[in-house]
């Protein structure tokens, strides 16, 4: 374990920061985590959880990775690597880039980040959580090089003032947590769906098709570096390819099954439309 992870996590109880020792995760009050054989450790406190199992389901994650795992979204993965590529470029060339996932699911665009990191020769320190338990365990699995843990979004167990960017894609958050984790200049990168994304699929669900109203964020203490709008074709050449697609959307779980089985059988593409917000703590 790397010694600068040591402090990596703090103790949800009494933000203190937690040691690992052995298979335990202990503050100085002996409150204790257990590290699970996956490599990561559970912080979700239950007055955190709206219900026993929150998050996505386990058909959800599974659904969600093999289809991020088929590249589909790999262009968006790319851009987000960019994006914090040119930013790291401003540290010495041996500091640790601290990157943040607030939402992070199975893992798949940080462990994209690091392999962009990895090809560039620079250092990167990749951290991540989620309420989904599911994930967590897969995200841990596939990376154990990252650290990573269940827990909340709006209740950061990490240290003020130390990650040079928080990434947060298709998640809720809050702002103020998200500002105090950060360094002062530090990044926030927020990727949501934009106007046309999987406007084929709205097509055939409804009769009239609405775009998609962006999301407002509480951006006090920040500044508003700029914005990029990724978009691009899926082509889906298989049922499987399909339904995890469909998984991933609210639609799978509101739709009619009879539309539920023409959009499987018939949609041989979509178009993937996002917006990436850049936003710098002041």
């Known amino acids: 374990m790397n010694q600068e992870l040591q402090h990596q996590w703090l103790c949800p109880l009494c933000q203190l920061p937690l040691h690992l020792n052995d298979k335990i995760w202990q503050c100085e009050n002996q409150h204790m985590y257990d590290r699970a054989k996956e490599g990561y450790v559970n912080l979700l406190l239950a007055q955190h959880r709206k219900s026993k199992n929150p998050g996505d389901s386990k058909a959800m994650v599974n659904a969600r990775r093999l289809f991020l795992d088929s590249g589909a979204y790999a262009p968006l993965a790319a851009k987000l690597a960019e994006t914090l590529l040119n930013q790291s470029q401003y540290l010495n060339a041996n500091e640790n880039f601290k990157l943040f996932d607030a939402g992070c699911g199975e893992g798949y665009y940080l ?160 178009t993937a439309d996002f917006k990436i917000q850049v936003w710098q703590k002041g």
Request: no cysteine; hydrophobic share 40%; net charge negative.
């Open 111 to 270: 462990r994209t980040i690091a392999q962009h990191f990895l090809s560039q020769k620079r250092p990167l320190i990749a951290s991540g959580i989620d309420i989904a338990k599911p994930a967590i365990q897969k995200a841990a699995k596939r990376s154990s090089e990252h650290h990573f843990a269940v827990g909340s979004s709006f209740a950061l167990p990490l240290n003020d003032n130390q990650q040079d960017a928080v990434l947060q894609v298709f998640a809720p958050s809050s702002a103020s947590e998200i500002r105090r984790i950060l360094k002062p200049s530090g990044l926030w990168i927020i990727v949501d769906p934009a106007a046309e994304h999987l406007a084929e699929i709205k097509a055939m669900i409804y009769d009239e098709v609405v775009e998609h109203q962006a999301n407002t964020y509480d951006t006090t203490g920040f500044e508003y570096l700029g914005e990029h709008q990724v978009t691009f074709g899926i082509t889906m050449d298989n049922a499987e390819i399909r339904e995890s697609l469909l998984m991933m959307t609210p639609y799978y779980w509101h739709v009619s099954e009879d539309k539920k089985a023409n959009i499987l059988a018939k949609l041989d593409h979509a």
